[in-house]
């Protein structure tokens, strides 16, 4: 039967790439747990499996103490000394326990314990193996499928491909073999320890690394990578040497390179574009295989750009469902708006149109301004006209009163001097008196003289 234990413990060991004493601690927590559960003890219970023999032991793990306080965990001298006369106060003795009396529900707890910690060791083992390869590729069989989830085989475990970082337009029959790109490792029991992923643009990357020499030396530089899975994927690469053409190098011979990668992602088309560092080149570069006109930066700030090409381009450019400008504003980070050359000219006569009509509207409300100025000016004329002429009438007004008072006074006075004339004698009228002279011969100079 301990035979049989050691046997048992190597197959273990060997089926799951364990180290035999990983396996040797699991079996002696697992009897101590099922030690724990049998004696109901706060004694330190500890077990032992001999290597050899294939015997485990279990004891209690007491200290040697002059007074003891705590009978679970001390033990008094003297009563060491019973057991072995070399024993002093502080030494620890191992107090055998009874493993005959551990029946059934014992063994279950112990299996279980030893199933737990072989599966953490496995996990540990695992995350040990796989952490440094997070980014990299690995070469996965389809195993089986978990609910939407692709478990594929990698070695000596097992990965696991989410849904959403499956490829829409691939299937994954079992036994296939893919190359995956490994996202995620991880220690927790509650998740996958394996995470991989095929529609991440990091694969691509990582193939082009892996098919390309001078990207794997870094000779050529991928600078950018965007991708609609299954689609499309658009790769921006530059060259730190003047002879090595980056495109050409990445196409290989005759395209052996690509048709490698593309056969890889299944079917994917793939384009390989030139990086430049001024935005406009990049964009024109971006934008292939259409044929651009020119490329007008409207906000630098904002990274707005607009691209004109001729009618026959601009299906070509913008692509099936905007897939290919998409994508090149995306490679490059900057916003593209394409335009016609028959809608940019369109739009610069609405412009034009615009600014004569603005201007018109600018000289209409100019000449309505001086209209109303003008009416304004005669406003004020008008009114000043009619303040003198009402000053003038107001002078006639007072000169008539002032006339009109001579009058009455001259009245009074005609009216005074008739009435003193009325008051003296009768003269008689200067001409009789002037014939009775005359009859007389005397003159009124005559009668002064005597």
Not at 141 to 153: A, H, I, S
Not at 177 to 189: D, E, F, G, Q
Not at 373 to 402: F, K, N, Q, R
Request: glycine share 6%.
């Amino acid at each position: 039967m301990s035979n049989l234990l050691i046997q048992t413990i190597d197959q273990i060991s060997r089926e799951k790439n364990l180290d035999p004493e990983i396996i040797i601690h699991a079996i002696e927590d697992a009897m101590v747990a099922a030690a724990k559960k049998y004696f109901k003890t706060k004694e330190e219970i500890r077990a032992r499996l001999d290597r050899e023999t294939g015997v485990i032991e279990i004891f209690a793990v007491k200290s040697i103490v002059e007074e003891v306080e705590n009978p679970a965990l001390e033990i008094a001298l003297s009563e060491a000394k019973e057991l072995d006369e070399d024993f002093e106060a502080g030494d620890m003795v191992e107090i055998p326990k009874p493993t005959h009396g551990l029946g059934r529900i014992s063994a279950q707890i112990a299996k279980q314990v030893i199933i737990q910690r072989v599966r953490d060791a496995e996990r540990e083992r695992v995350y040990e193996n796989f952490i440094e390869k997070v980014g990299s590729l690995l070469t996965g069989t389809v195993k089986r499928y978990e609910d939407k989830n692709v478990v594929f085989e990698v070695g000596e475990a097992e990965a696991y491909l989410p849904y959403k970082e499956q490829v829409p337009s691939e299937n994954y029959g079992r036994g296939e073999r893919m190359r995956l790109l490994v996202l995620k490792v991880s220690k927790s029991a509650k998740e996958p320890q394996i995470l991989v992923s095929r529609a991440h643009p990091d694969l691509v990357k990582r193939l082009f690394e892996l098919e390309v020499p001078e990207v794997y030396e870094g000779t050529v530089v991928i600078k950018g990578v965007v991708r609609e899975p299954g689609e499309r994927t658009k790769i921006a690469v530059m060259s730190r040497e003047p002879d090595v053409d980056p495109v050409g190098a990445c196409v290989g011979m005759k395209g052996s390179r690509i048709m490698t990668i593309i056969k890889e992602m299944r079917g994917e088309k793939i384009d390989i574009i030139e990086w430049a560092e001024d935005p406009v080149d990049f964009a024109v570069n971006a934008l292939s295989p259409a044929e651009i006109v020119r490329v007008l930066i409207q906000d630098p700030s904002e990274r707005v750009m607009e691209v004109i090409v001729d009618t026959d381009n601009l299906s070509l450019a913008i692509g099936k469902k905007g897939q290919n400008v998409r994508l090149a504003a995306r490679l490059i980070g900057w916003h593209i708006d394409i335009k016609s050359e028959e809608e940019k000219r369109r739009e610069i006569e609405g412009d034009l149109m615009g600014i004569d009509e603005a201007f018109a509207e600018e000289e209409d409300e100019k000449a309505r301004i001086e209209a109303a100025a003008a009416a304004a000016e005669d406003t004020e004329t008008e009114e000043a006209t009619e303040t003198a002429a009402d000053a003038a009438l107001d002078e006639v007004a007072a000169g008539s009163d002032e006339t009109a008072t001579t009058a009455e006074a001259a009245v009074e006075e005609m009216d005074h001097e008739t009435a003193a004339t009325a008051a003296q004698p009768d003269e008689p009228p200067a001409e009789e008196a002037a014939e009775d002279h005359e009859e007389t011969g005397d003159t009124p100079e005559d009668k002064s003289a005597g």
